[in-house]
């Protein structure tokens, strides 16, 4: 017989959620819910595992040695979903062929994703998110970020970010000065992690005229409004002026909704593996490290499917809002009445626990024989009352009691 | 007040010479030189809480985000890697990754696969990956000088200061692999949430450097 080394450990990367944890969870999840249900947007579910093809088309976006793969039952690889963009993608293009533009979703599942070992980084993670399918318009944009600007002040932490970008600037510069393909990425890479001193070492070296300058100031370009006027300085590029002006007109929007101090902007946001195309920004929260929720434009991935459908639309780290809410829910795991029927009056007291209920209370029916038990596990447990049923109610003194 | 902003410091020379940055910024840094046991020292004046830690955990630290910034040396920082911002050069602790082996051989001939014992496997697999260059890695923790000396390896890629410890030991630098030294790194968040205090910070550093 095999050794069971690992049966009572969950894999790498995942783990168990109780209680509060799993309380703050699922609020998160409903809020969000609540929220995109509310403006129009409507849920989709998509299988936990897909064929590896999904993800690896024309353009693999997501880096295959990152996929949970498997086999199907005929030897297909399948993979355990990355992300939920592609997969509605699939689905928009199969299922939802001829169905009036713009098509609204939103969802709400798991992705899972292979993380470097003991990171401490989750390999599971909740995602919720909306995708506006069909529409171009600055509008739908603006409809997105919004709603993610929303999103982020619905989740309720002490304080967020959500800053603004576009892929347009660092792509438009690098094809006005030739620079060829590896050495693009190499920029881009020093740019993504804003990695001055060598990206200023390796422009120095380039021949690419004043491309060099524009290049070393797109990674210090962000901040507040100021950006602006500093951008407009410094790129006199047709295409990059028309770009810095629709992402103006989408921050001053926002900023008449009341957020100024929210937005931020960064001219500096050139991931790679991203399908996006257009306008791209992402969501920091207090008390969580990396990015909560990240989102933009992506009008090339429906080609992917035969489609010619523009998208925009964002996905947040569920686990990562209720991480940065940690701690600040109440414990919230007793409940606050625990009722004890005496032998012949179990249906009588499941009555009461109903009534108590509809008052609001989290009762609990008592499943012990004595009362004697039912106390001892009430005062165990933290549970403030406990009311006795027989012929009359009665309630019991709990030693102790409130000291949850 | 606000909540000071949290610099994880590698542990020993990168430490020293920080702090002596510090101090030509004029912080207070009484706290950082008495410092007995304690791991987490206050330099009051400047809002900052200074975080003392091993070179590969500074980089953990600031990546999770429970510290803001860090200063730890680009040696790390290659073998490691991580998503953070790294965003100064601070021009000290400089050294450099060097290929070296015994003297007077030649590396790059003969066809057979070559063994290079290292403390940094990461930034060897690269180094020779970028050369198209099939070879086979030994993980050395101690003095990795002794790997080729014992016949185990063909050559070592390992920091070079001075070059004395080579010479004593009758190896020589075949190639430079990277040149090396302390960086200013910040995590992805902290620098968004709280990119005044940061930047304003930085703008100090480099302007004593």
Do not use: W
């Not at chain 1, 739908?140 to 619905?154: F, G, R």
């Not at chain 2, 075949?174 to 940061?198: C, F, G, H, M, W």
């Amino acid at each position: 017989m095999a050794l069971k080394k690992y049966y009572n450990i969950t894999p790498e990367g995942t783990r168990d959620l109780l209680f509060e944890e799993c309380g703050t969870q699922k609020k998160v999840e409903g809020a969000l819910s609540q929220l995109f249900a509310g403006r129009g947007f409507t849920e989709v579910v998509t299988p936990t595992v897909e064929f590896l093809d999904v993800f690896q088309q024309k353009s693999s976006y997501i880096a295959p040695e990152k996929l949970y793969k498997t086999t199907d039952g005929k030897g297909r690889l399948i993979v355990l979903r990355p992300d939920s963009t592609i997969p509605i993608a699939r689905l928009v293009s199969t299922r939802l062929k001829g169905f009036p533009l713009p098509i609204r979703l939103y969802y709400s599942q798991p992705v899972f994703s292979v993380n470097q070992s003991l990171s401490g980084r989750s390999d599971e993670v909740v995602q919720m998110g909306i995708e506006i399918i069909g529409s171009a318009s600055k509008r739908a944009d603006l409809e997105v970020i919004s709603t993610a600007v929303e999103a982020l002040s619905a989740c309720d932490t002490s304080d967020f970010r959500l800053e603004i970008g576009h892929i347009g600037i660092f792509n438009t510069l690098i094809a006005r000065f030739g620079i060829p393909e590896d050495a693009a990425e190499e920029i881009r890479r020093l740019i993504e992690i804003k990695n001055y001193p060598a990206l200023n070492d390796l422009l120095d070296n380039m021949d690419c005229g004043e491309g060099a300058g524009m290049l070393k100031m797109l990674p210090r370009l962000f901040g507040g409004e100021e950006v602006f006027s500093q951008a407009e300085g410094i790129f006199k590029d047709e295409t990059i002026t028309g770009i810095l002006r629709y992402l103006r007109g989408i921050y001053t929007a926002l900023a008449e909704l009341g957020l100024r101090e929210k937005i931020t902007v960064d001219l500096g946001i050139v991931n790679r593996n991203d399908y996006y195309t257009g306008i791209v920004f992402r969501g920091y929260v207090e008390g969580f490290g990396e990015t909560a929720l990240s989102g933009g434009r992506y009008d090339s991935l429906y080609a992917d499917f035969g489609q010619d459908l523009p998208a925009t639309g964002f996905g947040v780290n569920v686990d990562a809002i209720a991480k940065a809410l940690r701690g600040r829910e109440a414990s919230g795991m007793a409940p606050d009445v625990l009722v004890h029927g005496e032998p012949g009056f179990e249906m009588k007291a499941l009555l009461l626990c109903k009534e108590l209920g509809a008052q609001g209370l989290m009762v609990e029916n008592s499943v012990f024989d004595t009362l004697e038990q039912a106390r001892a596990y009430g005062q165990t447990r933290g549970i403030p009352r406990l009311i006795q049923v027989s012929d009359t109610r009665e309630e019991i003194a709990m030693k102790g009691a409130g000291r949850k | 007040m606000t909540k000071p902003i949290r610099i994880a410091l590698t542990k020993g020379r990168l430490e020293k010479d920080t702090v002596a940055l510090f101090e030509k910024l004029g912080f207070d840094c009484t706290q950082l030189h008495n410092k007995g046991r304690k791991l987490i020292l206050q330099v009051p004046d400047a809002n900052l809480e200074v975080v003392l830690a091993k070179a590969a955990d500074v980089i953990t630290y600031v990546e999770h985000g429970v510290c803001d910034l860090g200063v730890v040396g680009k040696d790390t920082i290659m073998e490691h890697g991580g998503s953070f911002f790294e965003i100064t050069d601070l021009g000290f602790g400089r050294c450099r990754f060097a290929l070296c082996g015994p003297e007077g051989r030649d590396f790059y001939g003969g066809y057979a696969v070559k063994t290079i014992a290292s403390k940094y496997p990461g930034v060897t697999r690269r180094f020779f990956a970028g050369k198209g260059m099939d070879i086979q890695i030994v993980k050395i923790e101690g003095s990795v000088e002794l790997a080729p000396l014992l016949g185990l390896s063909d050559a070592i890629v390992d920091i070079v200061e001075t070059g004395s410890t080579l010479r004593e030991n009758g190896l020589e630098v075949y190639e430079d692999v990277a040149p090396i030294s302390a960086r200013v790194i910040v995590n992805t968040a902290s620098i968004k949430l709280r990119k005044q205090e940061i930047e304003g910070l930085i703008a100090r550093i480099e302007a004593v450097l």
